[in-house]
């Protein structure tokens, strides 16, 4: 057996650095979609459920740092990379901020039970709605650089890289309207809601629009790679 194949390095890069990437995306996807569930139970007040999910996106949260943290101490300064080591840790901490800010979203509501007001409830949902889809993209972005790695970037590959990351800005931008939607329908009904419950609800909704702005980000952060 080649004694290459079976180093750390090797098991955590596989056939290229864009695998080792992929597969903290795919856990930041998982808690992605342990939040829309998370959302389900707790507008329902079945907060025993929603409490059960919020330790499962922790649990997310925590694979993704120590997938983070070996990429980081078994990436070798003089490696040789198709892309830069510094992009590639740019890149890796802008994918983990994204299910660090969905945990800080699931452990504000399960701590303080929060829910949305049952007027908000179409609103939210088709905020998170297309924020999750956001996230979604930014996955399938990475698991297509790895095919487009391994075709040896290929024009028409990279134009398609290219339309799936516009996509992506795209669906980041529709986040910021659904958002604005939000934010007027909670203004309407602050008279009738505690002070204190509105701060915290504007709370969860700009943490929500951070998401999204964070996948888009890992979009441009490609962009960017792709262009040296």
């Keep these: ?8 390095l090797s098991r955590l890069f596989g056939r290229s650095p864009f695998e080792a990437l992929t597969k903290h995306i795919r856990q930041v996807d998982r808690g992605a979609d342990l939040l829309t569930e ?11 459920r929603a409490e059960t999910l919020y330790h499962e996106i922790s649990d997310c949260e925590h694979e993704a740092d120590d997938l983070k943290d070996q990429i980081r ?8 990379l198709p892309i830069s080591r510094s992009d590639l840790l740019e890149l890796i901490e802008a994918q983990d901020k994204i299910v660090n800010k969905i945990k800080d979203i699931a452990g504000l509501m399960t701590g303080r039970h929060m829910q949305f007001p049952p007027a908000l409830l179409p609103g939210i949902n088709d905020y998170m709605k297309v924020t999750i889809a956001a996230v979604h993209q930014a996955r399938k972005v990475l698991e297509e650089l790895d095919e487009l790695l391994e075709s040896g970037f290929g024009r028409n590959v990279s134009e398609m890289i290219e339309d799936m990351v516009v996509e992506l800005g795209k669906l980041e931008k529709r986040a910021d309207e659904e958002q604005i ?31 999204s702005d964070r996948a888009e980000r890992v979009g441009a952060r490609l962009q960017i790679m792709m262009a040296r």
């Excluded at 505690?194 to 929500?208: A, G, S, T």
């Design 181 to 211: 939607v939000i934010r007027h329908r909670l203004l309407d009904l602050e008279s009738e809601l505690p002070p204190l419950e509105v701060m915290f609800l504007y709370q969860i909704i700009d943490w929500i629009g951070t998401v």
């Design 73 to 80: 101490l078994n990436l070798p300064s003089t490696l040789f």
């Design 1 to 8: 057996m080649d004694p290459s194949k079976t180093s750390p």
């Design 38 to 48: 998370f959302f389900r139970y707790s507008s329902e007040g079945d907060w025993a």
